[in-house]
């Protein structure tokens, strides 16, 4: 390929938009997939981060349901070995009861549930209304005496004006009840379980909440975060307290700002029938990977323009180029003055056509045209008249002559005709008309009109023919006996 075609084909405006668009595609597709692929990292990030909080959260809550039931079980021990005796008056239970607060350090207090719904001291006095009265609002009354295993009966957190936070009550069915059939309870203070939980959840909108098992709120943090749990519609049976809840997945959590899109992480603990869900805003979480998607997306814009500029100055170059290359190989292979091709091109063409003509043993024919007596013209009238004449020969033979014939000068005087699939007969027939056409020609000048005529020499290719000068030689040869015999005639060779 000719480097003017190598240009010409990469100047197409459909090439260079091509492999713009291509290039353009490849970046803004690694763009997409890194964005998708990080997304999702971000997302395995925020799975795995609610896990070990959620982990941290459980132990820590087993940690205080472990000292709540340790408590209970130490105080239901001693009325199982005391049936007789009433704890609210014996200094040995009372001096359990100390023991026991200063083992939970004052994070469980004992207290004793009458069967007509009074709650005592441990240490003994006066009944406990405040507390007695926010435990018949709830329903820990209830499931505290239709329990019929050794679990933790777990109830609503109680406030009561005399407690500075808000305490849990837990307790156990007694097997063998004391004088005047007591349950024994404790209060687990949830101040203790809230900070727990605020060191873990995952700032600034993540929370952690703990449910129990119909989806009454117990603790959490920030404390407001269990208010919104309790006004959502998520419930989770005994059923549902399996392993296959712990599955990250983007929930809808009512909050006083109104509905804002949350991942969380359910946690069953089914041994006390407790749920801990962990969540965290669904903007806080992605805000890394957005920040990160953004300056992606602007480097992408940033290297998306320059490209695009410089295809299209590219493009503007390539075909300035590729013009510049045409003009230099239309004036290497053409004649200027006459508008035919050069020696050196004709004999170009005249090669592939001569290989073609023999691969499909088509006929060939050429002529070679000399003007008679041109110097005698340019000496007698001047080499602008002489210019004339070769114009006007170009321009009768170009007339005579199909679009697959080839015309060139191939020197001062001289023309030579390629005739691809043409046989001497029909050669000499266009031979002769160009003849009679040059013959009509008359140039007007200062010194009077100036008429002119050729003479021509004939050959065709044969197929022992080795090279083109062969063919060359022999036109040539036609030419000479034809400018011999006298001119204004044609000769076959």
Same mark, same amino acid.
Not at 122 to 143: M, Y
Not at 203 to 227: C, F, N, Y
Not at 310 to 326: K, P
């Given at each position: 390929?000719?480097?003017?075609?190598?240009?010409?084909?990469?100047?197409?405006?459909?090439?260079?938009? #091509?492999?713009?668009?291509?290039?353009?595609?490849?970046?803004?597709?690694?763009?997409?997939?890194?964005?998708?692929?990080?997304?999702?990292?971000?997302?395995?990030?925020?799975?795995?981060?609610?896990?070990?909080?959620?982990?941290?959260?459980?132990?820590?809550?087993?940690?205080?349901?472990?000292?709540?039931?340790?408590?209970?079980?130490?105080?239901?021990?001693?009325?199982?070995?005391?049936?007789?005796?009433?704890?609210?008056?014996?200094?040995? *239970?009372?001096?359990?009861?100390?023991?026991?607060?200063?083992?939970?350090?004052?994070?469980?207090?004992?207290?004793?549930?009458?069967?007509?719904?009074?709650?005592?001291?441990?240490?003994?006095?006066?009944?406990?209304?405040?507390?007695? =009265?926010?435990?018949?609002?709830?329903? *820990?009354?209830?499931?505290?005496?239709?329990?019929?295993?050794?679990?933790?009966?777990?109830?609503?957190?109680?406030?009561?004006?005399?407690?500075?936070?808000?305490?849990?009550?837990?307790?156990?069915?007694?097997?063998?009840?004391? =004088?005047?059939?007591?349950?024994?309870?404790?209060?687990?203070?949830?101040?203790?379980?809230?900070?727990?939980?605020?060191?873990?959840?995952?700032?600034?909108?993540?929370?952690?909440?703990?449910?129990? !098992?119909?989806?009454?709120?117990?603790?959490?943090?920030?404390?407001?975060?269990?208010?919104?749990?309790?006004?959502?519609?998520?419930?989770?049976? +005994?059923?549902?307290?399996?392993?296959?809840?712990?599955?990250?997945?983007?929930?809808?959590?009512?909050?006083?700002?109104?509905?804002?899109?949350?991942?969380?992480?359910?946690?069953?603990?089914?041994?006390?029938?407790?749920?801990? $869900?962990?969540?965290?805003?669904?903007?806080?979480?992605?805000?890394?990977?957005?920040?990160?998607?953004?300056?992606?997306?602007?480097?992408?814009?940033?290297?998306?323009?320059?490209?695009?500029?410089?295809?299209?100055?590219?493009?503007?170059?390539? !075909?300035?180029?590729?013009?510049?290359?045409?003009?230099?190989?239309?004036?290497?292979?053409?004649?200027?003055?006459?508008?035919?091709?050069? !020696?050196?091109?004709? $004999?170009?063409?005249?090669?592939?056509?001569?290989?073609?003509?023999?691969?499909?043993?088509?006929?060939?024919?050429?002529?070679?045209?000399?003007?008679?007596?041109?110097?005698?013209?340019?000496?007698?009238?001047?080499?602008?008249?002489?210019?004339?004449?070769?114009? =006007?020969?170009?321009?009768?033979?170009?007339?005579?002559?199909?679009?697959?014939?080839? #015309?060139?000068?191939?020197?001062?005087?001289? *023309?030579?005709?390629?005739?691809?699939?043409?046989?001497?007969?029909?050669?000499?027939?266009?031979?002769?008309?160009?003849?009679?056409? $040059?013959?009509?020609?008359?140039?007007?000048?200062?010194?009077?009109?100036?008429? *002119?005529?050729?003479?021509?020499?004939?050959?065709?290719?044969?197929?022992?023919?080795?090279?083109? +000068?062969?063919?060359?030689?022999?036109?040539?040869?036609?030419?000479?006996?034809?400018?011999?015999?006298?001119?204004?005639?044609?000769?076959?060779?």
């Amino acid at each position: 390929m000719k480097t003017g075609d190598n240009l010409e084909s990469w100047a197409r405006p459909r090439t260079v938009v #091509l492999l713009t668009m291509v290039l353009l595609g490849a970046l803004w597709t690694a763009v997409l997939l890194s964005a998708v692929a990080d997304r999702e990292d971000t997302l395995t990030a925020t799975g795995q981060a609610l896990q070990r909080a959620n982990r941290a959260i459980e132990e820590q809550t087993r940690l205080h349901m472990r000292l709540a039931g340790l408590a209970l079980a130490a105080a239901q021990a001693w009325l199982d070995e005391h049936p007789g005796e009433d704890p609210r008056s014996n200094a040995a *239970f009372h001096a359990l009861h100390a023991r026991l607060r200063t083992a939970t350090d004052s994070a469980v207090e004992i207290l004793l549930l009458a069967a007509d719904g009074n709650v005592f001291a441990a240490a003994g006095g006066e009944p406990q209304a405040e507390i007695a =009265a926010a435990l018949a609002a709830s329903d *820990f009354n209830d499931l505290a005496r239709q329990s019929q295993t050794t679990e933790l009966v777990i109830g609503t957190p109680l406030r009561t004006p005399a407690a500075a936070h808000p305490r849990l009550p837990i307790a156990r069915r007694l097997e063998n009840p004391g =004088a005047g059939g007591y349950i024994v309870l404790a209060l687990l203070d949830l101040s203790r379980l809230n900070a727990g939980y605020e060191e873990q959840r995952q700032k600034p909108g993540g929370s952690i909440a703990l449910l129990r !098992r119909d989806g009454t709120p117990l603790a959490g943090a920030p404390v407001d975060a269990q208010l919104g749990l309790a006004q959502s519609d998520q419930r989770t049976k +005994d059923d549902d307290l399996t392993d296959a809840s712990k599955a990250t997945r983007t929930s809808s959590v009512l909050t006083n700002d109104g509905a804002t899109s949350e991942f969380s992480l359910q946690s069953p603990m089914p041994d006390y029938r407790l749920l801990i $869900v962990g969540t965290v805003d669904r903007a806080d979480a992605l805000a890394p990977w957005l920040r990160h998607t953004i300056w992606v997306v602007l480097l992408a814009l940033g290297m998306t323009i320059p490209l695009a500029v410089v295809a299209y100055r590219s493009l503007h170059l390539l !075909r300035v180029v590729a013009r510049h290359e045409a003009e230099l190989q239309h004036l290497a292979t053409t004649d200027r003055l006459t508008g035919t091709f050069t !020696r050196q091109h004709f $004999v170009e063409i005249l090669k592939e056509e001569l290989a073609h003509a023999g691969r499909r043993h088509l006929p060939l024919t050429v002529l070679s045209f000399d003007i008679d007596f041109f110097k005698r013209i340019n000496d007698g009238y001047g080499h602008s008249v002489g210019d004339q004449v070769l114009i =006007a020969f170009a321009k009768v033979a170009k007339a005579c002559l199909r679009d697959v014939d080839v #015309l060139g000068r191939v020197s001062s005087g001289e *023309f030579s005709i390629l005739l691809p699939n043409t046989d001497v007969q029909a050669a000499t027939v266009v031979a002769e008309r160009i003849r009679r056409g $040059v013959a009509a020609i008359s140039i007007a000048t200062e010194d009077g009109t100036v008429q *002119f005529t050729v003479s021509a020499g004939v050959s065709a290719a044969r197929p022992d023919d080795r090279s083109v +000068d062969e063919i060359i030689k022999r036109v040539a040869q036609a030419l000479h006996e034809a400018t011999s015999a006298g001119h204004d005639r044609i000769s076959i060779v």
